[in-house]
């Protein structure tokens, strides 16, 4: 289990993002969010045997009331001595859970973690950077990408280059820049044409306002977090970068440029699939957000 922990694995605290999973705590979180539930459960001998155990120290934590008729085992086995110091340790019986489901009790854990950008990422809050780089109004692929990119481990020339993967760092597209983050989604010569057809059009400029349209933005989405419907539809540039790297991929690896009007039938079908997402997924919301009723209604 040594092995397992946090500190042993390759990671340094401080290094951007998020700890990586700790096997152990997810292990302990589960056993106590599993027995926090049978003690409740009534009838079952899953409860009983809970119970008999568990209560002398859950009551501690407001979670049980001893009944004085029934039995009880002041010197629990070490499987529950081990949940009582988990859950002291990481301080849960203060924390005023209102529940303590596994997704609660990991909820709170994870707030009390050093969250960290990469050095070099830009002067802002890095609790919204990683919230917006992992927002479930993108794909995996969409989130992939703005991991990536957060992290500046996007394997562009640059990067490749670096690590000598690649023979050139120049930008695949033939400009006489390196193909840096910052270039292949802003400075590029395909981005600003991929960028000035994102402004021209009239629907995508209703959710991309050119004041939203900063490099920064784009690569670490809004400052202030996707809190709103407005500010998610913002982090639709997430779309624009996809298409972006995939132009650029298709550059290197088949040796084709892909044309305006195919990167903007592209653009629209990422969209519209997103539309469709969200209409699965809840009508009304996605009618108000996206202004559509249908998303063949959708077009740029
Ligand atoms: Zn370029």
Redesign the pocket.
Known sequence: MEKLKRVTLLKEERNGGRGVPDIVTIIMVQGLATLVQNVGKVGKASGTFARYYATPFLRAMGLGVLDLTIPYSWDPPYVYRALKDFAYRTGLPRAGLTSWSYKMITAYLRSGQIVTLPRGGPDLDPQVIWANVTHKCLTNKQKDIAWMTAHRCLPTRTFMYRQHLALTER?????T?S?HIH??FW?????RRVWGLVCSSVSLSRFLPRSSLMAEGVLYGPPGGCKTTVLQLQWIINIVKQVLWETRNIKVYQKTTVDLITLRRRIQNLLQDGVMLDIHTNKTLAREKWGVDHWKELVI
């Not at 400075?187 to 981005?191: L, M, P």
């Open positions: 930008c695949p597209h033939g400009c820049d193909e270039h292949l400075e590029c010569s395909v981005a």
